[in-house]
């Protein structure tokens, strides 16, 4: 059999035996007179056949003229070529030179505008060029072309199609090791997009010039091994040439040229215009819908135990319940469906209300809905799982303090005068201090002539005399020295007395160091896509004074100091949990002294407003704040600070080192939630 290898390309045109012509004869015959050939016979006769029957010096109808050219990319990156005659009767015969595709129109006038190349390469087809030009006996068209193609014709009214496919989009099909259904045909009652068609089929091969619709759908119904069965309304002529394309594919370029639609059921394709196969569905429709409307109305309670049965019904009939009529003893509502028919879940004399004491739907409608909205409770009605989430909040601070620090001071007297180093105090005449230890040397030298006095005689020595107190009061030229606030710092002294000089050196040093850590752990329990919250905290109180007619009236206010955490958990079909957070952590800093009226106290804040995508179980850092601060001063003598190494004496120096860390760890943890 012919024109059904996909492999072997076949000359277009070859000489006529004696056999071929009498069944091209014969097949004419059965195209004038709409006999009843066995379909083999017509597929016998191969391209020998077409051949014949595309002889255009056999036709003879009246000259028609090229009205329009027109060109256009259709699916798989095709490209189509579409010629429209000023009427009936053109005759156009396709055939392939190397890489170019020649169109010949033996009885069609082209008019002048339209003799003229035309360069389609922005189209991305095979086709690149096109050249249309008059001849002798009529017109052609050449398409030049680019890489490997398959090409295809069809004529349907006044319009003549080629279409130039690339042949990865029908060769590369593999063909199924089963017999199964044609991607190309949909079943009873189906529709299907031309875009999205894949097709399958066996390739078969046509080139008929104005031949009954039916006789091809007997050719295809023969090569695909179907039945198919044509209405009576399925009547006209059309002219192909397809050249190894699939049987399903021909079968719907063949419908498309003549306006028609198919359905399949099993093996039978029922083939019929458009709009008597819309009709017949929607008729079929119509008869389903008058069916329901005068089915008997069925009531059924459905209960419900974890959803609430508001929601649900608010979900089926998609109007606010609450302005309907109470239901049972409950508490409830309902609505109708004479609206709900568009969304499939009521009928036209449905309805649906709820009773919120036994959380339990009431539905009445004909029982296929009854039965379509059970299932859809069944599937809404289930617990939903819950999510453990654990916060941590970690406050770390450090602080190291260092300070150096000196006083130093000279004082003494002489030629009866005290002076003294301390810049607080004037230097005084001192004579009666002088007076003093003068009468103190008196007193001894006097105590000692009376001693060896009584040592002559052989008396006794007399006690030693109680002398005046006199000291040297100390003075400091500097008094720098190390005094942190909160801390005592060590020291070391230093005084020389010598001739009636005191010199004093005093050496101060402190370092301080300290850590705190502040850890809290806030953990909740809700369920999936509920928001929870949870606090913990004080308020503190404080006073305010407003004046008034009455005088100044005092008022207490409060702020709060909080450790609170506020997430909506979100659980995904992955097993994920998406969190939406708000972590908040606020301590007491102090107070804010306003004098007579009292003081108001002073909050640090910390807190972090995010989404996360968490793995269940993982423990990630959502925030965390780092602060670091270095500070250094020095205070002296000018002049006297900057000598070396001396200079040490007369400055004091401090260096200051915080540090302030915090980290906000969150886990959450899924509790699956099985179903009883």
């Known amino acids: ?26 097949v004419g015959l059965y195209a004038a007179g709409a006999s009843a050939l066995p379909v083999t016979t017509l597929v016998a006769m191969g391209q020998s056949a077409t051949g014949a029957m595309a002889d255009p010096a056999k036709r003879t109808p009246d000259a028609v003229t090229v009205a329009a050219i027109d060109f256009k990319r259709g699916d798989g990156g ?42 389609v390469t922005d189209f991305a087809t095979p086709v690149q060029r096109i050249d249309a030009r008059a001849t002798s006996s009529g017109a052609q068209l050449v398409l030049g072309t680019q890489g490997e193609f398959e090409s295809m014709a069809y004529q349907s009214g006044n319009e003549y199609i080629v279409e ?26 189906a529709v299907t997009s031309a875009s999205t068609v894949r097709y399958s089929g066996k390739p078969v091969t046509f080139n008929f010039q ?53 359905r399949r059921s099993g093996n039978v394709v029922w083939v019929a215009p458009q709009k008597e196969i819309a009709q017949f569905e929607q008729d079929k429709e119509d008869a389903r819908i008058n069916l329901e409307n005068r089915a008997e109305t069925v009531t059924e309670y459905i209960p419900v135990n974890y959803a609430s049965a508001e929601d649900i019904a608010k979900l089926l009939t998609e109007q606010s319940l609450s302005s309907q009529g109470a239901g049972g003893g409950g508490g409830g509502g309902g609505a109708s ?42 599937q809404l009605d289930k617990p939903v799982d819950q999510v453990v989430i ?17 006083r130093f001071g000279i004082s003494g007297s002489k030629d009866n005068a005290y002076f003294s180093g301390d810049l607080g105090t004037n230097s005084v005449n001192r004579n009666a201090d002088v007076a003093t230890q003068i009468a103190n040397a008196n007193s001894i030298r006097d105590w000692q002539v009376e001693n060896q006095e009584r040592a002559l005689e052989g008396q006794p020595p007399l006690p030693a005399p109680v002398l005046s107190a006199s000291s040297i009061t100390r003075g400091l030229m500097t008094n720098l020295p190390a005094a942190l606030v909160g801390a005592n710092a060590g020291s070391m002294a230093l005084s020389i007395l010598n001739a009636g ?86 301590e007491l800093d102090g107070f804010v002294d306003l004098g007579t009226f009292g003081s108001v106290p002073q909050i640090a804040k910390r807190e972090v407003n995010t989404a996360v995508l968490v793995d269940d179980g993982q423990t990630v850092v959502i925030g965390g704040v780092y602060e670091f601060s270095d500070s250094t001063d020095l205070s002296k003598v000018p002049f006297l600070g900057d000598l070396p190494v001396i200079g040490n004496l007369f400055r004091n120096k401090s260096r200051a080192k915080t540090k302030a860390e915090l980290l906000i760890f969150v886990t959450p943890k899924v509790m699956r939630v099985t179903q009883r």
């Open 501 to 586: 000089y005191l010199l004093d050196i005093e050496l101060s040093a402190i370092q301080t160091q300290g850590r705190a850590e502040v850890i809290s752990n806030p953990r909740i329990v809700t369920s999936n896509q509920k928001e929870a919250v949870i606090r913990q905290g004080t308020e503190i109180g404080y006073l305010t004074v407003s004046g008034g007619q009455g005088g100044n009236v005092p008022t207490v206010n409060f702020k709060e100091a909080l450790l609170e955490l506020k997430v909506t958990p979100t659980i995904t079909n992955d097993g994920r949990v998406f969190l939406n957070l708000n972590v908040k952590k606020d």
């Open 1 to 26: 059999m012919t024109a059904t290898n996909a492999k072997q390309q076949r000359p277009l045109r070859r000489p006529l035996s004696l056999g071929t012509c009498a069944i091209g004869l014969a």
């Open 164 to 189: 130039i496919v690339p042949r990865a989009s029908t060769a590369g099909v593999a063909k199924p090791k089963s017999v199964a259904p044609a991607m190309g045909a949909t079943a009873m009652g």
């Open 78 to 119: 095709s490209g189509k070529l579409v010629l429209r005659f000023s009427g009936a009767g053109a005759a156009p015969d396709l055939r392939k030179m190397g890489n170019s595709v020649v169109v010949d129109i033996g009885n069609a006038q082209l008019p002048a505008a339209l003799q003229r190349p035309i360069n």
């Open 210 to 262: 104005d031949v009954p619709v039916r006789t091809v759908l007997q050719l295809i119904a023969e090569e695909s091994n179907l039945n198919i069965v044509a209405a009576d309304t399925v009547q006209g002529n059309v002219t192909l040439r397809l050249i190894n394309v699939p049987w399903d594919q021909a079968l719907d370029i063949v419908l498309q040229a003549k306006s028609l639609d198919k």
């Open 390 to 406: 654990e916060a941590r909040i970690v406050i770390a601070n450090e602080n190291v303090a260092r300070e150096l620090g000196a």
């Open 337 to 378: 469906g004479g609206g709900q028919q568009d969304r499939g879940f009521l009928s036209p004399r449905g309805s649906l209300s709820y009773d919120k004491r036994t959380n339990t739907l009431l539905a009445i409608d004909i029982p296929q809905r009854v039965a379509n909205i059970r299932n859809l409770v069944q």
